[in-house]
């Protein structure tokens, strides 16, 4: 292997795109901690990818649907409970839970053991929700549910019927 192959850093080739193990944009939510590992900048905003590491007892977002994208996660660690209209599913590791877009879903680590998961947004809109959700932390302004909706209405997404 070459000197130059075996760096971490920017590749010339602007159709490889390589995050390691330590970097990635990250993003802290309550007691959820996220790596963006794709914002869709190197993909066309096709897709983007991120991994999710929600801690124990860690409620997800409210219940809700997205209008233009397909949301998939990929179980890495633990057991996380995918709520999809009124149907619960325990999705353990090795578990893949797809979403298309209309279906009303949230998710929770109810668990007392951390939770890690690998997220893909097709195409890569809501990426920047996340962005929202901790610049509204940074600011120090709460996350409220009031919040939340507010920041997903800018990514065609909605709170499920009866669910906010």
């Known amino acids: 292997m070459t000197e130059e192959a075996e760096t971490h850093g920017p590749h010339p080739d602007p159709a490889v795109s390589v995050v390691g193990p330590d970097e990635g944009e990250r993003i802290v939510l309550g007691t959820t901690r996220m790596r963006i590992l794709e914002d869709g900048s190197h993909t066309g905003h096709r897709l983007a990818i991120a991994e999710s ?3 124990p007892h860690t ?4 219940q809700h649907r997205h209008a233009q994208h397909d949301e ?3 179980i890495l660690a633990g057991t996380v409970r995918f709520t999809v209209g009124e149907e619960e599913h325990d ?3 090795g578990t893949l839970v797809m979403v298309a877009p209309g279906v009303p879903h949230t998710f ?9 998961m690998l997220s893909t947004f097709t195409p890569d809109l809501y990426v920047q929700y996340f962005r929202d959700l901790q610049e509204v932390l940074a600011g120090g302004r709460p996350l ?5 909706v507010e920041a997903m209405s800018r990514y065609a997404t909605e709170p499920a019927a009866g669910r906010a």
């Open 53 to 55: 590491i929600l801690a």
């Open 59 to 62: 409620q997800g977002p409210p």
């Open 72 to 74: 998939g996660f990929y």
């Open 91 to 93: 999705a353990a590791a």
């Open 108 to 116: 929770a680590n109810l668990t007392d053991r951390p939770a890690v």
């Open 144 to 148: 409220t549910p009031e919040a939340n």
